[in-house]
């Protein structure tokens, strides 16, 4: 034990390099010292030891069965000191560590993961976790430590005091349908046409159903009847691939899921009003400090914003 208090990592380089080289004059001077100075610390090495480290021979300097032992821990020491120094570098540079974020389902396709996509191309060593969920859940999550950031809404039984609060930007409404759809490739389709089919949309109080129910509010008609509330994807996607339901999503949640490569049969439809939702922002605890990888996550978000 009191060997292990005494050792430095100079003194195991010196001796693993001793070993490799088969020259102490070699080793010290890889390592910018003088041979004298090697050889004193050679010498203070054996003695603490009690016993030779290397065979001094005519070729060189061999290691001993106990220099040999030496040898090869220092080996796995340095390389694990070599490979915190690393880490610990990588860290303090944001180029590794974990970034914990929280999002509503509009940003996650249309800023979040391109955000995360640029920084990890950089810092390859970075772990990243996404969960998707409403506002009130994630400023929960957030202020419950399992967030470093959200891009959410501020619920309304929350202080916007106890957090920093970036603003960030309204979301427009896309209207999906199946492909075939009787308003397919209609002009300017009004509210009060689509009030005639089946509708799936989020529950009630989902800031895209208080879009939607404004919006025929504003227009003055009969909001939809024929409601199926769900927030599922899944649920939306079953609902569109059998009948000529209509969908209310994020459009960037509607792009993703009409791109061609993605294969759902699905189109979205002209509409005549504009449909809105309430603008979201990216939240942080005031409390807490981010790491240095989550505080480039952030950058990167905010910047695409």
Request: net charge neutral; glycine share 8%; aromatic share 4%.
């Given at each position: 034990?009191?060997?292990?208090?005494?050792?430095?990592?100079?003194?195991?380089?010196?001796?693993?390099?001793?070993?490799?080289?088969?020259?102490?004059?070699?080793?010290?001077?890889?390592?910018?010292?003088?041979?004298?100075?090697?050889?004193?610390?050679?010498?203070?090495?054996?003695?603490?030891?009690?016993?030779?480290?290397?065979?001094?021979?005519?070729?060189?300097?061999?290691?001993?069965?106990?220099?040999?032992?030496?040898?090869?821990?220092?080996?796995?020491?340095?390389?694990?000191?070599?490979?915190?120094?690393?880490?610990?570098?990588?860290?303090?540079?944001?180029?590794?560590?974990?970034?914990?974020?929280?999002?509503?389902?509009?940003?996650?396709?249309?800023?979040?993961?391109?955000?995360?996509?640029?920084?990890?191309?950089?810092?390859?060593?970075?772990?990243?976790?996404?969960?998707?969920?409403?506002?009130?859940?994630?400023?929960?999550?957030?202020?419950?430590?399992?967030?470093?950031?959200?891009?959410?809404?501020?619920?309304?039984?929350?202080?916007?005091?106890?957090?920093?609060?970036?603003?960030?930007?309204?979301?427009?409404?896309?209207?999906?349908?199946?492909?075939?759809?009787?308003?397919?490739?209609?002009?300017?389709?009004?509210?009060?046409?689509?009030?005639?089919?089946?509708?799936?949309?989020?529950?009630?109080?989902?800031?895209?159903?208080?879009?939607?129910?404004?919006?025929?509010?504003?227009?003055g008609v009969p909001a939809p009847g024929r409601i199926i509330n769900s927030s599922s994807l899944l649920v939306m996607l079953s609902m569109l691939e059998v009948t000529q339901a209509i969908a209310p999503q994020s459009r960037e949640v509607a792009g993703l899921l009409t791109r061609p490569a993605i294969g759902t049969n699905l189109v979205p439809l002209s509409v005549a009003s504009d449909l809105t939702v309430s603008p979201f922002f990216v939240i942080r605890n005031?409390?807490?400090?981010?790491?240095?990888?989550?505080?480039?996550?952030?950058?990167?978000?905010?910047?695409?914003?």
């Open positions: 034990m009191d060997l292990a208090r005494r050792l430095k990592p100079a003194h195991l380089r010196l001796i693993l390099l001793t070993g490799e080289l088969g020259q102490l004059q070699a080793a010290a001077h890889a390592m910018g010292l003088s041979q004298p100075a090697a050889s004193r610390i050679l010498a203070d090495l054996e003695a603490q030891v009690g016993a030779k480290l290397f065979e001094r021979l005519p070729k060189g300097m061999e290691p001993s069965p106990v220099g040999a032992a030496f040898v090869r821990h220092a080996r796995v020491i340095l390389s694990e000191i070599d490979n915190l120094a690393a880490e610990v570098q990588n860290l303090n540079f944001g180029q590794a560590g974990e970034v914990r974020v929280g999002a509503v389902t509009g940003p996650v396709v249309g800023c979040l993961m391109p955000a995360l996509q640029a920084v990890r191309a950089k810092a390859p060593g970075l772990e990243a976790t996404v969960e998707v969920g409403p506002s009130t859940q994630l400023v929960r999550g957030l202020i419950e430590g399992r967030f470093d950031f959200v891009l959410a809404r501020m619920p309304a039984e929350y202080d916007s005091r106890d957090f920093h609060i970036a603003p960030a930007r309204t979301e427009e409404v896309a209207l999906l349908v199946r492909r075939g759809h009787p308003l397919e490739g209609r002009a300017a389709v009004t509210l009060a046409e689509l009030g005639d089919y089946e509708w799936v949309m989020q529950e009630r109080g989902s800031p895209i159903r208080l879009a939607i129910e404004a919006a025929y509010h504003d227009a005031r409390a807490s400090q981010l790491s240095r990888a989550a505080e480039r996550v952030m950058q990167e978000v905010l910047q695409r914003l």
